[in-house]
T-cell receptor, first 111, second 114 residues
Framework: KQEVTQIPAALSVPEGENLVLNCSFT??????LQWFRQDPGKGLTSLLL?????REQTSGRLNASLDKSSGRSTLYIAASQPGDSATYLC??????????FGKGTSLLVTP | DGGITQSPKYLFRKEGQNVTLSCEQN?????MYWYRQDPGQGLRLIYY???????QKGDIAEGYSVSREKKESFPLTVTSAQKNPTAFYLC?????????????FGPGTRLTVL
């Protein structure tokens, strides 16, 4: 069964720092990997989707990379802002018909 | 605005009651999903539907039931057989049951058993 792990579980940084969130998965036979943002008590917002044939995707200050062979993805956030404070979830499409999610990284950016 | 709506936002249930959570989408998506989220945990799949009148069990379907009579609607019933139903429930949809598609999520329903 696909296992998705996110490190660290929680992270606190001062505003303006660049930061990296990590995601690892046990089965490299994936179709794609997605990064989501979740604000407290809210639904999920899709940030980036990387197809298995791609190495990275960028959107604004966000950059996600994928190394399928090693089972790893990173989400890079440049010049962090207090509005970036949220939980970030990594999920992979594997052999099943739905996403397998990690437990998330809770990010706090302090002014 | 296109999107997914879930109602109610908060729901309280007494022991032994069945409750139904609503999920509606106007994105013209064929595939719909129900996930459960517990504190500090990732999302777990309850049921999914590829098309009207068709649905399949996910990883934790016991104690839950669904219907898909209309493309836009995918209600979830939490039955009294569900031993620990207190959780945050999220509905999602995608254009089709295709592993390349982005899933779009609703705002969620928080269910509490009294």
């Amino acid at each position: 069964k696909q296992e998705v792990t996110q490190i660290p579980a929680a992270l606190s940084v001062p505003e303006g720092e660049n930061l990296v969130l990590n995601c690892s998965f046990t089965d490299s036979a994936i179709y794609n990997l997605q990064w989501f943002r979740q604000d407290p008590g809210k639904g999920l917002t899709s940030l980036l989707l990387i197809q298995s044939s791609q190495r990275e995707q960028t959107s604004g200050r966000l950059n996600a990379s994928l190394d399928k062979s090693s089972g790893r993805s990173t989400l890079y956030i440049a010049a962090s802002q207090p509005g970036d404070s949220a939980t970030y979830l990594c999920a992979v499409w594997g052999s099943g018909y739905a996403l397998n999610f990690g437990k998330g990284t809770s990010l706090l950016v302090t002014p | 605005d296109g999107g997914i709506t879930q109602s109610p936002k908060y729901l309280f249930r007494k022991e032994g009651q069945n409750v139904t959570l609503s999920c509606e989408q106007n994105l013209n998506h064929d595939a719909m999903y129900w996930y459960r989220q517990d504190p500090g945990q990732g999302l777990r799949l309850i049921y999914y539907s590829q098309i009207v009148n068709d649905f399949q069990k996910g990883d934790i379907a016991e104690g839950y039931s669904v219907s898909r009579e209309k493309k836009e609607s995918f209600p979830l019933t939490v039955t009294s057989a569900q031993k620990n139903p207190t959780a945050f429930y999220l509905c999602a949809s995608s254009t089709e049951l295709n592993r390349g598609d982005t899933q779009y999520f609703g705002p969620g329903t928080r269910l509490t058993v009294l």
